[in-house]
């Protein structure tokens, strides 16, 4: 039996792994097992940008909003900077991302869109007004 990549993602990947548990490399669909290895540090990378972008967004958010401040958002952060934190200790090489400047331009406009959307389009900074530093850190909160 054998399943087409195209035709059935979960089948053919079932498969593959039963040719690698039994030693029968010849029948490896290598070119697309190479693909889903490179998507899976992608996927990493996009959770790390979607947590970074709702963590910002949350921090704009409490800067800009402090009538609105509440457990909640507090509860979002915490939530966001834990599984960032996680995801950096479970791969390492993702700290070079957040050493990017270009990523940090590309998480902050995306946590400037989520805000914008959920304060009514306030005028936000262009660039992040905080370093990763005070961004992961448990105990900042921006006035």
């Known amino acids: 039996m054998s399943t087409a990549y195209e035709t059935d993602v979960i089948a053919?990947?079932?498969?593959q792994a039963a040719h690698l548990r039994a030693g029968n490399f010849s029948a490896l669909d290598i070119a697309h097992i190479?693909?889903?290895?490179e998507d899976v540090g992608k996927s990493e990378e996009r959770e790390l940008?979607?947590?970074?972008?709702v963590l910002l967004a949350?921090?704009?958010k409490?800067?800009?909003?402090?009538e609105r401040r509440g457990s909640s958002w507090e509860v979002t952060i915490r939530a966001q900077r834990k599984a960032i934190?996680?995801?950096?200790?479970?791969s390492p090489s993702l700290k070079a991302d957040v050493a990017d400047p270009e990523w940090w331009e590309i998480a902050w406009g995306d946590a400037v869109g989520k805000?914008?959307?959920?304060?009514?389009g306030r005028d936000f900074p262009d660039v992040c007004p905080w370093s990763a530093v005070q961004v992961l850190d448990g105990n900042f909160l921006p006035d």
């Open 34 to 37: 190479a693909d889903e290895v």
């Open 12 to 15: 053919w990947a079932n498969e």
């Open 49 to 53: 940008a979607s947590r970074m972008a």
């Open 62 to 66: 409490w800067q800009t909003q402090p």
């Open 85 to 90: 934190a996680r995801r950096l200790a479970k």
């Open 58 to 60: 949350h921090l704009l």
């Open 115 to 120: 805000a914008a959307e959920e304060t009514g």
